[in-house]
């Protein structure tokens, strides 16, 4: 078989782990239903507090570098970049969850801090910028994810990571669109 799809099967079961969701367990809650009931690292930390919050935080970014780096050693440059795309899918349409899952901005976070940092820190900015022009947190992630793709070919000059920049603001615009429409 293809070391690609193996890559791709990878990421997208990394990413499908609801750590939210388990973490929610611990305690004896179900994000599902308490908060905004969806089960992602903003919702753990408004029901579970900023420690449990946190460890969701980063164990989801977490999983979104793993599955562009065990990607990339099962198949390449390549691998790497359908492992992550595959993650931050898993993590939208968890199959423990019946394919619901959270917003991907933490695991897309993790995948390109593995693949291009200084993506990371456009994204970011943009989001700043986009929270400061409506004080709506949601609202500005909807409008940063539409700018994964320009700082990729921005800062690379590659289209290889410009397509992968462009799949994930699709990606993250099924969660955030509505945001913007608002």
């Known amino acids: 078989m293809n070391p690609l799809v193996y890559a791709a099967v990878l990421g997208y079961a990394l990413g499908s782990l609801p750590f939210a ?8 809650k179900n994000l599902l239903v ?10 753990a930390f408004r029901v579970l507090g900023p420690v449990p919050g946190t460890m969701v935080l980063v164990l989801d970014a977490f999983k979104g570098a793993a599955a562009v780096f ?15 795309l595959a993650a931050i899918f898993g993590h939208l349409c968890s199959p423990w969850l019946l ?11 993790g995948v390109w801090l593995a693949i291009n940092p200084l993506v990371v820190a456009v994204v970011v900015f943009a989001w700043l910028g986009a929270w400061l022009g409506s004080r709506d947190a949601y609202k500005a992630f909807a409008i940063a994810a539409l700018t994964v793709a320009p ?4 800062l690379t000059r590659s289209t ?4 992968a920049g ?12 509505r945001y913007l429409t608002n």
């Open 34 to 43: 308490e908060g905004s009931g969806n089960p992602g690292a903003i919702n």
């Open 160 to 163: 290889d990571l410009a397509l």
């Open 99 to 109: 394919c619901r899952g959270g917003k991907g901005i933490a695991v897309a976070a």
């Open 166 to 177: 462009l799949i994930t603001s699709a990606l993250l615009m099924l969660r955030h669109w």
């Open 151 to 154: 700082a990729a070919w921005g």
């Open 21 to 28: 969701v388990w973490f929610g367990w611990l305690q004896k």
């Open 70 to 84: 065990y990607g990339s050693l099962l198949a390449g440059f390549w691998g790497g970049l359908l492992g992550g």
